[in-house]
C-alpha cells in the first residue's frame, strides 16, 4: 500500500517541477476542499460515429462499443499509488488501433511515466492537450482523481465495511472506461497495468466489460503505447494537482520544511520514503485535526504521527457509542416534592403557579 524503500533517483522522478505544465485535468476547487473528480478531455471528431448516429436521442450502454466508429485501443494506468500526500490519479487513453505504435511509440516516444523525467512528461502532455496538434487530433484521455480524504475515509470504515485500495481503484477503472463508451467511442481493446494478480483483474473487468479484448499484465505500461501514454495522463496530472496543492495549502505554512518556498516543494514527491514530506509532515501537524485533505489519514505514517505523545499530537479518546446505560425521559425531569433550588428544569420558563393563584 504505501512505498516500499525508494532511491534518491526514484524519488527525484517523483517529484514534480515548480514548473510542471497544468492540464485541464487540475480541477483546482475540488482538490483545496479535498473531493475526488474525473476529467474526460473532448473525443476528437475523427473517433466519433459519423452524424446520423449523433443525434440519437440516448447514448450507446456505457459498456458497448457503437461499432460505426474506428476501433480504438484504451489503455489504464495510474500514479500516487504509494504517496501519504495527494491523490491517486488513475487515466486512461485511447486511439485508433492503427495508430497506437506509429503515433505513440515511434513519433512520440511514450513510455512508462516512471522512465521519463518530469520535463519530457510535462512536454507530452501539453503537447495532448495543445488544438491542433497530431495527439489531440487523434486520441482522447480521461483521469480521475481519487483525493487523499476519500482514499483514508473509505480504508479506516469500520471492520468488514472497509472500502480497500484495490476496490476504489476497480471503481475508478471501470467508471473511466464506461465514460468513454458512453461517448460514443469505439473500443474494441482495452490493456490495463495490473493491481494485484493479472489473471482475477483481467476476469473481473471481462465480466463488465464482454464486449472488448482485455489484456491486464505486469509492466503493461512499458509493453502497450496506449497504457504508457495512459501512464504520462495520470502521473503529469497528479503532480500537476501536488504542485497547486502545495502553493496553496503547503506554502503557507512557516513551521518546520514549510518555508514557503516559491521554487520547490518543501513537501517534496509525497511519499512516505522522502525525507522532505516526513519533515514537513512532523513540522506542520496540527495536534489535534492533523493536516489538511491533502494528506492520506489511513497510511501508517501519518497514524504514528497522530500517537499520543509524538510530535506533540494530542490524544482524544471516543466514547462507545453505547455505554451500556439506559434513560427514561422522565428522568431528565424533577418530581414537585423535590427541592426548587435543584430543579433547574423545572425553573427554566419561571415558577410555577397552583390553583391558589386562581
Not at 81 to 92: D, Q, T
Not at 131 to 149: E, K, M, T, Y
Not at 208 to 231: G, N, R
Not at 283 to 292: C, D, L, Q, S, T
Request: glycine letters at 10%.
Amino acid at each position: 500500500m504505501e512505498d516500499s524503500e525508494m532511491t534518491a533517483e526514484d524519488i527525484a522522478l517523483e517529484t514534480p517541477l515548480s514548473n510542471v505544465f497544468i492540464p485541464p485535468s487540475v480541477d483546482e476547487a475540488a482538490l483545496l476542499r479535498g473531493d475526488s473528480y474525473t476529467y474526460f478531455s473532448p473525443v476528437p471528431t475523427a473517433l466519433l460515429p459519423p452524424a446520423t448516429n449523433t443525434t440519437a436521442t440516448s447514448p450507446p450502454p456505457p459498456t458497448t462499443p457503437d461499432a460505426s466508429g474506428p476501433p480504438c485501443a484504451l489503455g489504464v494506468d495510474e500514479a500516487g499509488r504509494g504517496p501519504v500526500l495527494g491523490p491517486m490519479v488513475y487515466g486512461v487513453f485511447y486511439l485508433p488501433l492503427p495508430l497506437s505504435d506509429p503515433l505513440l511509440r515511434d513519433a512520440h516516444h511514450f513510455d512508462d511515466s516512471k522512465v521519463l523525467t518530469a520535463a519530457v512528461r510535462s512536454s507530452l502532455m501539453e503537447a495532448l492537450c495543445t488544438a491542433g496538434s497530431d495527439l489531440a487530433g487523434s486520441c482522447g484521455w480521461a483521469v480521475s482523481a481519487l483525493s487523499a480524504r476519500d482514499i483514508g475515509s473509505g480504508m479506516l470504515r469500520p471492520a468488514g465495511a472497509a472500502y480497500n485500495l484495490n476496490a476504489q481503484a476497480l471503481d475508478a477503472t471501470v467508471a473511466l472506461i464506461r465514460g468513454v463508451y458512453a461517448r460514443g467511442v469505439n473500443v474494441r481493446e482495452i490493456y490495463v497495468d495490473t493491481v494485484g494478480i493479472p489473471a482475477t483483474y483481467q476476469a473481473k473487468l471481462e465480466r463488465v466489460f464482454p464486449t472488448a479484448k482485455i489484456t491486464v499484465a505486469k509492466k503493461a505500461d512499458s509493453l502497450y503505447p496506449c497504457v504508457s501514454a495512459a501512464s504520462v495522463c495520470a502521473k503529469v496530472t497528479r503532480d500537476a494537482a501536488l504542485e497547486t496543492m502545495w502553493k496553496i495549502r503547503g506554502g503557507l505554512d512557516a513551521g518546520a520544511g514549510g518555508e514557503g518556498d516559491d521554487e520547490t516543494m518543501a513537501w517534496g514527491s509525497g511519499y512516505p520514503s522522502d525525507g522532505r514530506c516526513v519533515s514537513w509532515m512532523k513540522g506542520n501537524m496540527h495536534p489535534v485535526f492533523g493536516w489538511g485533505p491533502e494528506c492520506r489519514f489511513s497510511w501508517g505514517t501519518a497514524k504514528d504521527m497522530l500517537e499520543a505523545g509524538k510530535a506533540g499530537s494530542v490524544k482524544v479518546e471516543w466514547p462507545l457509542d453505547d455505554d451500556g446505560d439506559s434513560h427514561r425521559v422522565t428522568d431528565f425531569f424533577h418530581g414537585k416534592d423535590q427541592e426548587k433550588d435543584g430543579d433547574e428544569l423545572g425553573t427554566w420558563f419561571g415558577t410555577p403557579a397552583g390553583l391558589e393563584a386562581f
